[in-house]
């Protein structure tokens, strides 16, 4: 009988220093590291995406912390952050300094898939779990490099973006297709992944050409894609390529039955302004949070009413896809650490898989394959319609998402 | 050993010293990777427009042929990742070789046509006609072969090559040649310098070690897309380092870039919001002040330079 007192007397001591212990060893922050772009070709985007991060945040610490299963209590955010610049060079270093220098717990990539390249590899190397924002390029997530350290947390990967446009087009019996694209890794894969599957249903491509990243008129081009009489022009682009794709089309005297660009479920506004209400009216395009927007359905975090409700009382501008995207890796992270039962960073991205599927966020729903790579979520297909509140870019297909009814062919200018 | 040829050997034996124990005492190892980087590329592109006068805007487009040389000698050839950087090098030389009739222009135009021709091969590397060979717009990804610590050292060993050649041509009959070139290529071509020959082989190493750079830093990255290694920044980088230590010499663009990048890092880390001003300032203060660089101020106090 005292032996086994005294045993369990040993065990209970040794339990209580144990997790004593633990308590200890906790950090006093939560070190999340990230780069964002202050200037260059991706400031506007990453900024915003950055802003997201930073309001997820501030509301995180106001609540007194995250709470960190592993040590079982809540814990402040500290987030690392420095500028990039839009440099990949610049890039490179600054995330080995957060890895090496800062010793960060948890590091965040920027904005896209060419300031996400360079921290694959660091990530690998030095084995921290890089929670990809945006970089949605295919390749960082190809089974034989068998890279465990990589979790795409809101877009699915960008070959993935346009099944939906493809169904859609196949539903509306478009049969010749005009696909044009900016020679990068986003856009090709868009337009690579629109060509078969639009082949595999039937469709005619009528036309397949790239263009510089840098092009800014598109006049000629128009008069060549019109010369192969198209139903459909899908412009694949970066921003800028879609805007004066747009502007050359509005002014060319041209009319195509459907015209597609991708930037408006990205940055509405900004291309809206860009080009005028006249340009944008009827263009198809995808659509992305905000812009199509989850309440029902969410089960994690805050839904997006409620989140742009409380951005806006803090101050933050309108919110985009990329503030979204920030916003999300934040919730991703939150409950990364919330399901982690020791705080390693593979029991963290062993966590991961076991909240995958499950979770809903303003973001959509979160499902990542073993790669890393996002399942979850799919874009839409919306279109620019006249609404009482002016011109907005409202899910068109598919039916379960639809808000309003598509007009094809569009009215001619 | 003459007076200066001791200096010019000490640089490489201190660059040496300095880079083999740095990692040791800052683990920050990219940023010395990338230093070493810009040195060895300021060395380069000291070689032909320090030594001859010839300013290729387009350096760049060496570094980004080189990056690429060695990915595709990684990806098809199945060669070591020491074996590509030199096939990388190579890819330079050949590319180098054909723009040699940019030598028909001078001054602003040679420049000018040299970046018209980086740009050239970006679009033509980052066509997606190409993606069975260079992958088009879509990148270079070599997680294969991923070792900083092997690109670490190959970059010293790329670096330490580029000051020995740089401190030799300087010393030699050679670089005295090529002094007389940029002075004047009339003049030397009538005082017996094969003009033709010499700025050719100047542009062919040049492009090698730029060639070699490329290489190395694509090794390392080892995910990389076509703007990343043609984007202007990286030439406009190297450029200014050279200008802002002083063209002509071996310690000049070492000190250059010692300073500039590390005042690049500092600020755009600290006050990444005045960087650009910080920079611009510096810059403007150099052209005003110092137009023959820092090494002038040595020069003024009648030190000679190595």
Redesign the interface.
Known sequence: MLRKTLARMTLGTAALAFSLGAWASSPSTIKIGTLYAGSGNFAQASTRQYDGLKFWAKQINAEGGLFVKAYGKRIPVQLVAYNDQSSTTLAASLYNRLITQDQVNILVADYGSVLTSVAIPLALEHHIVLFDETGTSGKFFKPEDKNRYIVLTGLPTSSQWPKVLANFLHTVGSKRIAILYAANDWSGSQAETLKTSLKALGANVVFYESVPNSTSSYSTILHRIAASKPEVVAEFGYSNNDIAFLQNYESSGLYFPMVFVPNPALHYEVVRKAVGDQAIRHVFSYVAPPLIRYNKEVNYGPTLDAFEAAYAKSGGKNVDLSTVAGYNTGLIVQKTLATSATFTQEAMRNAVDTFSGKIFTLDGLFQVNHEGAQTGESLPVGQVLPTPHGLQLLPVFPLKSAVAKYVYPTPGK | MPKGWRSTTLIPVITLLAFAVLPHLY?????LF?MMMYMALAQGLNIIYGYTGYLPFGYVGFFGAGAYGGALAITFLHWSPYLAVLAGGGAAVLLGMILIPLFRLSGAYFSIASLAAAEALY?VV????LEPLTQ????I?L?QV?D?NGAYWTMLAILLFSLIISGVIRRSRFGLALSAIRESPLSASMSGVNVVKLRSISWLLSALIAGLAGAAFGWY?????P??VF?L??GVFTIVFVLFGGIGTVLGPMIGTLILYGV??YI??ST??Y??LAYGLLIMILVLFLPNGLVSLARKRGLNVA
């Open positions: 683990n920050n190892q990219f940023l990338n679009y980052a066509n997606p006609g088009g717009p879509y990148g990804s997680p991923y900083p990255i080892s995910v990389f897309y703007e990343t984007g920044g990286i690049y890092n755009g880390i990444p919001e960087f650009q």
